[in-house]
């Protein structure tokens, strides 16, 4: 089981902390408040000075006040739990903590949603058996885990599809730069980790094609079909692919209320932070769905934007 799979551990989280996630590669290279924060949280861990590049990703238990509690890279869920009930010790035999800091943001790495946009949340997964992975019922893989992240599309761009008047059954192709994104950055295995995205030559097909459904003066209905073809340069890791989707929009509102983009392939190989793979080709399968805009999860920027002008091709 893994650590946020076990619902007592959920709630203990719930109920005794403010959950934050954050990319660990924006903080080693922030030179602002926030980057300098963190530094300081990991160098109350350390007896020896620690550079800002050296910040360790995990589990940080601090207090508002940037007292540290506990540190450890670890997911096992008991020893998880043991961190959390030693934090919470030390946090009600504390003072009381009162957060002072001001936070002005490091431009050069401060990623934000486009204005506008639209925000697909993802989630990947290996569809393999306990028994095909080779497990017992009572053992965990992290190949059972399930891969997240998100798809930022400017306004310019989904409005792009809507660019030429479309009749009931037409067929015209999704925007070039929304199919790169899309297949580049999210038709990726992400399931054990941070994985290693595609250039473009890696792209040996792909295509995605839009149909007119049903139309009113109200909502226009579209269904995507698709496929693409993935194979890194070295040949040793690739995905080969079917695309469906349904999307509708609400002509009235002027906004999408439903985007549901399914991608199911094979996929081989690992990246360089994806090692424990199964071995030869294997099923995965992932989802795209519309994010609810008053989560504020949404805002967590897509992992490909660590490079905004590749991400985004300007």
């Keep these: 089981m893994s650590m946020f799979s076990d619902p007592k551990l959920i709630q203990l989280v719930q109920k005794n902390f403010v959950p934050v996630a954050i ?7 922030q030179e602002d408040e926030k980057g300098r924060f963190v530094h300081n949280l990991i160098q109350q861990h350390y007896d020896k000075p620690v550079m800002q590049e ?7 238990h601090f207090t508002a006040d940037g007292t540290l509690l506990n540190f450890r890279n670890h997911r096992d869920p008991e020893i998880v739990k043991s961190l959390i009930d030693d934090s919470l010790i030390k946090f009600c035999a504390g003072q009381i903590y009162e957060d002072t800091l001001q936070f002005h943001a490091d431009a050069r790495y401060d990623r934000q949603p486009p204005p506008n946009g639209i925000i697909l949340n993802t989630y990947s997964r290996i569809l393999l058996t306990k028994s095909e992975l080779g497990l017992s019922t009572d053992q965990w893989s992290r190949n059972l885990s399930t891969g997240r992240d998100h798809v930022w599309l400017t306004e310019e761009e989904w409005r792009s599809m809507f660019s030429q008047p ?19 950055f999210h038709l990726v295995d992400n399931v054990r980790g941070e994985p290693s995205m595609w250039n473009t030559d890696n792209i040996k097909d792909a295509e995605m094609n839009l149909t007119v459904m049903e139309k009113t003066p109200e909502n226009v209905s579209l269904s995507v079909e698709g496929s693409a073809c993935l194979e890194a340069d ?18 009235t509102q002027k ?20 090692g424990g793979a199964p071995k030869g080709k294997f099923p995965l399968v992932i989802a795209f769905q519309l994010a609810d805009s008053h989560i504020v ?18």
Excluded at 234 to 240: A, L, N, S
């Design 166 to 184: 479309a009749e009931l059954g037409d067929q015209y192709p999704i925007p070039k730069s929304i199919l790169e994104r899309i297949v580049r």
């Design 234 to 251: 070295e040949k040793d890791r690739g995905f080969v692919t079917h695309l469906s989707g349904i999307l509708e929009y609400n002509v």
């Design 23 to 29: 990319d660990i590669w924006y903080l080693r290279r």
């Design 54 to 60: 050296q910040i360790r990703q995990g589990i940080y």
């Design 297 to 314: 999860a949404g805002s967590v920027p897509p992992q490909g934007t660590r490079s905004p002008k590749e991400y985004f091709g300007n």
């Design 255 to 274: 906004q999408f209320e439903r985007f549901d983009l399914l991608a199911k392939g094979n996929f081989w190989g690992e990246g360089l932070y994806t």
